[in-house]
């Protein structure tokens, strides 16, 4: 499987700046094919030429990581914050355009839980069926133009702790095919998937050749390898389904385990981690051949 692979640009800095762009040549020499990077904010300071330039002097190329926010959720009974969701996606569409990335992924339907500070609630059955059309109908309407653009979006279920919209495969493919636009796919997290799913190979087939994009994060977000997550049983269901997209690595775990520590948090590394991010990404690409050739 030749999949590429590739890094979240949160692993090295956040926010990424105009300052850090040498952090693609790093990701180039660690061995990585491409960074994930977070839709850039005005606040940023990150001139999307400069990027674009910045990329291909490395040779890696870009996919996008969407920010969603209670202002800009597609499945908010706010008006205003359904228009800020479905003004941000096209806003994402342009930038990808600029950059000439394919790929933006994230939870797109907003809604965010934890870090936003909005509690988990009871619903009742008729709320729960308008905050699905809601979604639905917001995708709908955005899916045409990243379709025009070509740009595919990747929808990516997080864990019930961090959305009550989409948590499971089952749910997205309900969503994307309800939509039923080339526009729009579906991203899989193998750390979200660790907590939600039954089984994650049986999720990857039931997603099937709706993934467009696919995150390879242990199930503690530590370094490939060093958790419990089964690679090879991974790999050989996204061999299964046809899936020679990106695998992206997101290893946000630390070396530090103080007591009180909020590892829920983003923290900057401690360490230069390239000799864990080169083991790592050895895990994942190892785990692709033997998909390949252990069937």
Do not use: C
């Amino acid at each position: 499987m030749k999949n590429p692979v590739g890094i979240i640009s949160m692993q090295f800095t956040r926010p990424f700046t105009g300052k850090d762009l040498h952090y693609f040549a790093k990701a180039a020499e660690i061995g990585f094919d491409f960074i994930e990077l977070l839709v850039p904010e005005p606040e940023d300071n990150l001139p999307l030429a400069d990027v674009k330039a910045a990329a291909a002097d490395a040779g890696v190329f870009i996919v996008l990581a969407a920010r969603v926010n209670p202002q800009r959720s597609i499945a908010s009974e706010d008006a205003a914050n359904r228009q800020g969701g479905i003004d941000y996606l096209k806003q994402t569409v342009d930038v990808a355009a600029d950059l000439g990335a394919t790929i933006i992924g994230g939870p797109l339907y907003g809604e965010p839980m934890v870090f936003a500070g909005r509690p988990p609630m009871p619903r009742s059955d008729d709320d729960i069926a308008a905050r699905a059309a809601r979604t639905i109908d917001g995708l709908a309407r955005v899916a045409p133009v990243a379709r025009a653009a070509g740009v595919v979006l990747g929808l990516e279920p997080l864990n019930r702790f961090e959305t009550d919209i989409i948590s499971t495969t089952r749910q997205a493919v309900e969503v994307v095919d309800a939509v039923s636009d080339a526009g729009l796919g579906i991203m899989l997290d193998t750390f979200h998937m660790n907590m939600e799913e039954r089984s994650i190979p049986d999720a990857i087939r039931l997603a099937g050749n709706r993934i467009v994009h696919f995150q390879a994060n242990e199930n503690h977000r530590g370094h490939a390898g060093t958790g419990h997550i089964d690679w090879p049983a991974v790999m050989r269901a996204l061999h299964q389904v046809g899936y020679g997209g990106p695998i992206a690595l997101e290893p946000f775990r630390r070396a530090d385990d103080r007591v009180a520590l909020p590892i829920a948090h983003w923290r900057a590394p401690r360490e230069d981690e390239s000799d864990k991010l080169r083991a790592g990404l050895g895990v994942i690409r190892n785990a692709l051949t033997l998909a390949e050739v252990d069937q």
